[in-house]
C-alpha cells in the first residue's frame, strides 16, 4: 500500500529567491519532512476558491492546516486588538473550507497553530487575541513543557509531559462546539484540541515540526491509512 497523500496548506507572501520578487505559495520544509518522516507524502495546498476545498479533500488521505498568520477577528465576531497582526484574508477563507470538508468527509485533520486555532473558529470558538510568555523573541522559537489530558486522543500519543517548541501570541478562549481541551501548558493556556472518536481531529498550538518528535504526525498517518483501508 501506498504512503498515504497528505496535504498542507500554505502562506501566500511576496518572496524574494534568485533573480525574482513576486507574490509566492510558501511553506517552510520542515512541515514536509515532518510529514515524510511520519509515514505519509506531503502536497501543497496553496489558497483557491473555497468552493473548491470539497473536491480537493476529497483527493486526499489526511489534511494539515499548517501555522502562519493571526485569524481575522471578524471570523469569529470580534474587533482587533491592536496587537493582532494584519489578516490572510485569502488563507482564511480557503482554509476554513478545508476545514468544513475535513469534517463533513470524516478526514483525518491535524491544525497547527494558527491551524488548532482555525479549527476552534470554524466550530464557532473564540480567540485570545494576545498573550505573553509563548514566543521566546520575534522570529525565535521558545520552548514550553504541554501536559496531556488523561484519556484523550493527545494522551494516547504523548502519554507524558513533553517539551515543545512555541512561538504564538493566540491561543483558544472558547471551545468550539464538540471540541475538548487535550493538553495545557502550566499557565493554563489550551495546547491541543480534539473532537470525540470516531473523528480524527486534533489541533496543536505548538509547533511539531521544529522538534524532533513526530508521534503526533505518525497518529496522522496511521489515522490515514486507516480511513484508506475503509475505503
Same mark, same amino acid.
Do not use: F, K
Given at each position: 500500500?501506498?504512503?498515504?497523500?497528505?496535504?498542507?496548506?500554505?502562506?501566500?507572501?511576496?518572496?524574494?529567491?534568485?533573480?525574482?520578487?513576486?507574490?509566492?505559495?510558501?511553506?517552510?520544509?520542515?512541515?514536509?519532512?515532518? !510529514?515524510?518522516?511520519? @509515514?505519509? /507524502? *506531503? =502536497?501543497?495546498?496553496? &489558497?483557491?476558491?473555497?468552493? %473548491?476545498?470539497?473536491?480537493?479533500?476529497?483527493?486526499?488521505?489526511?489534511?494539515?492546516?499548517?501555522?502562519?498568520?493571526?485569524?481575522?477577528?471578524?471570523?469569529?465576531?470580534?474587533?482587533?486588538?491592536?496587537?493582532?497582526?494584519?489578516?490572510?484574508?485569502?488563507?482564511?477563507?480557503?482554509?476554513?473550507?478545508?476545514?468544513?470538508?475535513?469534517?463533513?468527509?470524516?478526514?483525518?485533520?491535524?491544525?497547527?497553530?494558527?491551524?488548532?486555532?482555525?479549527?476552534?473558529?470554524?466550530?464557532?470558538?473564540?480567540?485570545?487575541?494576545?498573550?505573553?510568555?509563548?514566543?521566546?523573541? !520575534?522570529?525565535?522559537? @521558545?520552548? /514550553? *513543557? =504541554?501536559?496531556?489530558? &488523561?484519556?484523550?486522543?493527545? %494522551?494516547?500519543?504523548?502519554?507524558?509531559?513533553?517539551?515543545?517548541?512555541?512561538?504564538?501570541?493566540?491561543?483558544?478562549?472558547?471551545?468550539?462546539?464538540?471540541?475538548?481541551?487535550?493538553?495545557?501548558?502550566?499557565?493554563?493556556?489550551?495546547?491541543?484540541?480534539?473532537?470525540?472518536?470516531?473523528?480524527?481531529?486534533?489541533?496543536?498550538?505548538?509547533?511539531?515540526?521544529?522538534?524532533?518528535?513526530?508521534?503526533?504526525?505518525?497518529?496522522?498517518?496511521?489515522?490515514?491509512?486507516?480511513?484508506?483501508?475503509?475505503?
Amino acid at each position: 500500500m501506498s504512503a498515504p497523500l497528505i496535504g498542507v496548506t500554505t502562506y501566500l507572501n511576496r518572496a524574494r529567491w534568485g533573480v525574482w520578487d513576486m507574490e509566492a505559495a510558501l511553506l517552510p520544509a520542515a512541515y514536509p519532512r515532518l !510529514v515524510r518522516e511520519g @509515514g505519509g /507524502h *506531503a =502536497v501543497m495546498l496553496p &489558497p483557491d476558491v473555497p468552493a %473548491a476545498a470539497a473536491a480537493v479533500v476529497a483527493r486526499l488521505d489526511g489534511l494539515v492546516v499548517a501555522g502562519g498568520a493571526d485569524v481575522e477577528p471578524v471570523r469569529y465576531g470580534a474587533e482587533p486588538d491592536p496587537r493582532t497582526g494584519p489578516p490572510a484574508r485569502e488563507r482564511d477563507s480557503w482554509e476554513l473550507a478545508l476545514v468544513d470538508a475535513a469534517l463533513a468527509s470524516g478526514t483525518p485533520l491535524l491544525g497547527i497553530c494558527r491551524g488548532m486555532q482555525l479549527l476552534n473558529v470554524a466550530l464557532g470558538g473564540t480567540l485570545v487575541q494576545h498573550l505573553d510568555g509563548h514566543t521566546e523573541a !520575534v522570529g525565535v522559537m @521558545g520552548r /514550553h *513543557a =504541554v501536559e496531556p489530558v &488523561p484519556g484523550t486522543l493527545y %494522551a494516547s500519543l504523548v502519554p507524558e509531559r513533553a517539551e515543545v517548541p512555541t512561538y504564538h501570541h493566540q491561543a483558544v478562549d472558547r471551545l468550539g462546539a464538540g471540541l475538548a481541551a487535550s493538553a495545557h501548558a502550566e499557565d493554563g493556556t489550551v495546547e491541543a484540541v480534539e473532537l470525540a472518536a470516531p473523528a480524527w481531529t486534533l489541533g496543536v498550538q505548538w509547533h511539531p515540526e521544529m522538534g524532533e518528535d513526530t508521534r503526533v504526525m505518525r497518529g496522522l498517518v496511521r489515522a490515514a491509512e486507516a480511513a484508506t483501508a475503509r475505503v
